[in-house]
């Protein structure tokens, strides 16, 4: 019985040490008002999310200090997703370049966005507004992380790596 556990606690273990070494090799993920510049996107990982947050009735936003946020104690569960913006895209052909190039938020790009994968309706969604979150979810191949942004009133975007574990 103990091996089990054992074996439960090394696996756990082994994906806790994943996610720290995709955090300490890799800010290549660039995300401003305009774009996402990311360089984990693939042939195979080519697909993403963006939702837009808000706080949930009842949170006073005075209680969420942006620079001091502990990012393993991330208030999630005070945020809702705003389903008036909520698009996932597919990069679609396939193309190298969207490792370097920035994928524009209010230009068309040559592919659509939806609110699912499957149904594209929308070539542009517009600039991320100022003094407002979002959630980028599926950015990377291992999907272990959901990247939480703070976008604030100077247009300045701070990121925070979730793990997903």
Do not use: A
């Not at 193309?95 to 542009?124: A, C, H, M, V």
Request: contains cysteine; neutral net charge.
């Amino acid at each position: 019985m103990k091996w089990k556990f054992l074996l439960v606690g090394v696996s756990f273990l082994t994906v806790i040490q994943k996610c720290q070494d995709l955090l300490k090799k890799d800010r290549s993920i660039t995300i401003t008002t305009e774009y996402i510049q990311n360089s984990h996107f693939t042939e195979g990982n080519r697909s993403f999310g963006i939702q837009r947050l808000r706080l949930k009735d009842g949170i006073d936003s005075n209680t969420i200090i942006i620079d001091s946020i502990n990012v393993n104690h991330f208030p999630l569960d005070s945020f809702e997703i705003d389903p008036e913006f909520e698009f996932r895209t597919f990069i679609n052909p396939w193309d190298e370049k969207w490792k370097t190039k920035p994928l524009y938020f209010n230009q068309f790009n040559g592919f659509l966005w939806g609110k699912t994968r499957y149904e594209k309706t929308d070539s542009i969604i517009g600039n991320l507004e100022l003094e407002t979150w979002y959630r980028f979810h599926g950015i990377y191949p291992e999907n272990v992380f959901s990247i939480i942004c703070y976008v604030n009133e100077k247009g300045k975007v701070k990121q925070y790596f979730i793990s997903l574990y």
